[in-house]
């Protein structure tokens, strides 16, 4: 089992609708969570975190946390053919200072 | 303010040869960390630097060495190439000396022939 877990997708998504991704993690003592966007051929850029149970809402994301069932998901409001980009999902481990990535979902946003 | 500053941003070796990837960070991170991307294998992190002054191998260190230089500036070397390390690799930086929000330099393509 990965430690973190992704589906690679894609996941198409008519442009308006809700994109939801969804990431699992194996470290129940796991602390913190990230989403990164990545534009092919470029470098991963950091749009969410979240630290507790719940959801967090920036703008048109929002990141939901659930750590007895050890996932975490990010849903993308209002999606635009901008927004067409892998999703990384990121876990800081509880045993250090690392953090772990999954493989990435990739999103395209169709017109 | 430029963020995460990385060079090359391209470079093609020969099996054998030997190069240094340059990385700086003007945020006044304490922490810094060398990544690699590899089609189907997400990012895998290859050695990190909690401080100034200290360095600790994560996921895939072999066939690599780093230098924490300072506290802007963190450099990895690979002292003698192989086609296996044909990857791209990021730098990153984070504030605290843990995981927290890390943010990326722009990669560097690497081809080994």
């Known amino acids: 089992q990965k430690e973190v877990e992704q589906n690679s997708g894609p996941l198409s998504v008519p442009e308006g609708a809700i994109a939801s991704l969804n990431c699992t993690y194996s470290?129940?003592?796991?602390?913190?969570f990230f989403w990164y966007r990545q534009y092919s051929g470029k470098s991963p850029e950091l749009i969410m975190f979240?630290?507790?149970?719940g959801d967090k809402e920036d703008g048109r994301f929002t990141a939901q946390l659930n750590k007895a069932s050890q996932y975490v998901s990010l849903l993308i409001r209002d999606s635009q053919p901008s927004d067409s980009a892998t999703y990384l999902c990121?876990?800081?481990?509880?045993?250090?200072?690392?953090?772990?990535f999954g493989g990435g979902t990739r999103v395209l946003v169709k017109p | 303010n430029a963020g995460v500053t990385q060079t090359p941003k391209f470079q093609v070796l020969k099996t054998g040869q030997s190069m240094t990837l340059q990385c700086a960070q003007d945020?006044?991170?304490?922490?810094m960390y060398w990544y690699r991307q590899d089609p189907g294998m997400g990012l895998r992190l290859i050695y990190y630097?909690?401080?100034?002054?200290?360095?600790d191998k994560g996921e895939v260190p072999n066939g690599y060495n780093v230098s924490r230089l300072n506290k802007r500036e963190f450099s990895l070397r690979l002292e003698s190439a192989a086609p296996s390390q044909t990857s791209v690799y990021f730098c990153?930086?984070?504030?605290?000396?843990?995981?927290?929000?890390?943010?990326f330099g722009p990669g560097t393509r690497l081809t080994v022939t």
């Open positions: 990153a930086s984070s504030e605290t000396s843990g995981g927290r929000e890390q943010y």
């Open positions: 470290d129940r003592g796991s602390q913190s």
């Open positions: 979240i630290y507790s149970n």
């Open positions: 990121a876990v800081e481990r509880a045993a250090g200072n690392k953090l772990t």
């Open positions: 945020m006044n991170h304490n922490s």
């Open positions: 630097s909690a401080s100034e002054g200290t360095t």
